[in-house]
């Protein structure tokens, strides 16, 4: 009877085994992608969506490994800033293959629209004066995805403050194996009041309210190359025409590189980035690696700068526990530290390279260092509302999320030819605060930050985009 038993006992421990084995087999086993079907792309072409998937028809993949997958190549899609949303999705086939199911709502890709904006570096400094005389207003054209193949073009004519004509195309990508691409620009700008120094690295402008003090062309041709998904190369060629008028170099007789009120340059800058962003216009994990080499002025032309610029930088996102997330950054420049006009001297306080808590200064220079980081909790979870009062697909879906970001952030400049009259170069500078982060769709993110400042400044500040 106990021989019976023990052979009945090991005869169901085998079945239980096998059938374990079994499972864990189906498990790992992998599946061959049959099909993929795309749909919604109403205008955007299929190959451009097919370029930022990380799988493709006839592969081979685990369970385990597809499912990441996929999630990779949402991302991926999502940073064409092409679409306000992408689900894919997979349904097993006939054996071990699956079906690829792509479902893409698309963004809306014309803006005729008129312009009206502030003309300062900031809405925070804007702010201080509250003056309308420094604001653009005009007509903006820009057509996205102008041929289904992730291209633009644009034309804008800006009045006000600033007058400026230009156009700009790009194709990111020219050839059959979608790694190369083109851009050009052609602009023409007329400005009534000039920057033309720093002082407590607060700008000094002139103004002049019957002629334009300040006359500009600039074109540029760029060519681009993406190896890969992550990988992007860039090459741009770029001509700069500017004039002013003979009182602002009155004003700063090292404005320009000589006392001739006028300044030309060609410029070569080759860049490269690698980028891994979950979503790139308000990164939750992920990373970038950048690096920049210009050189401004060749000696072909008259009154030409001979300068040259090397940055480098990265920045590192990842999630550290539920609802929480961190970030840092850090990007630092070398540029030649003497001969250098005043007009060809910014360093942090202009677009992307900033301290929060100093938003009404600035603090030009050579050579730079910067430091940033955020520690994030996502106080509202992204939702999609529905308007079923809107006819077209491209509105009718809202999502909202938010997050309460702290922040500490440093930086230094070093400059050794205008660092008079301006106490915060060359040496080291703190902001640090909180702020609410608002993210929708178009790429749309609003921040209110309050922040504060070794100076001991304190405020509250508005921004739109992401920090970094």
Known sequence: MRLRLLLIFLFADLIYVSAQDLSDSLLLRPSVIDQIVITGNRKTRAFIIRRELTFSEGDSLAPYVLEPAIERSRQNLMNTALFNFVEIRYFQGLGNTVVIHINLTERWYLWPSPVFEIADRNINEWWQTKDFSRTNYGMFLRQENFSGRDDIAQVQALFGYTRRIGVYYTLPYINRKLNLGLSAGFFTTRVKEVAYNTFNNKIQFYKDPDRFLRREMQ??????????LYNY????????????????????????????????????????????????????????????VS??????????????????????????????????????RVMQRE??????????????????????????????????????????????YQFSFLRTEKFRKFPVSAYLNAFFDAGYVSDKQFAQGNPLSNSWQIGYGLSFDFVTYYDVVLRFEYALNRQGDQGLYFRMGTVF
């Open 339 to 384: 001969g250098g006009p005043f007009f060809n001297q910014r360093a942090l306080g202009y677009g992307g390279d900033y301290i929060r808590g100093y938003d009404l200064y600035v603090i030009n220079g050579q050579d730079f260092a910067l430091f940033r980081s955020n520690l994030k909790f996502n106080l509202v979870p992204l939702r999609t």
């Open 295 to 332: 050189k401004i002025g060749f000696g072909f032309l008259n009154h030409e700068p001979d300068l040259y610029a090397i940055s480098m930088g990265f920045r590192r996102y990842l999630p550290l526990a539920k609802k929480w997330y961190g970030a840092i950054s850090a990007k630092a």
């Open 219 to 228: 074109a540029f041709l760029r060519f681009t190359k993406r190896q890969g």
């Open 233 to 292: 190369y860039n090459t741009t060629i770029d001509y700069r025409f500017s004039k002013v008028a003979d009182t602002v170099l009155q004003l700063n007789e090292r404005y320009f590189t000589s006392d001739a009120p006028r300044q030309q340059h060609l410029a070569l800058t080759w860049s490269y980035r690698y980028d891994t962003r979950d979503y790139q216009p308000y990164a939750l994990r992920g990373f970038v690696y950048e690096l920049d």
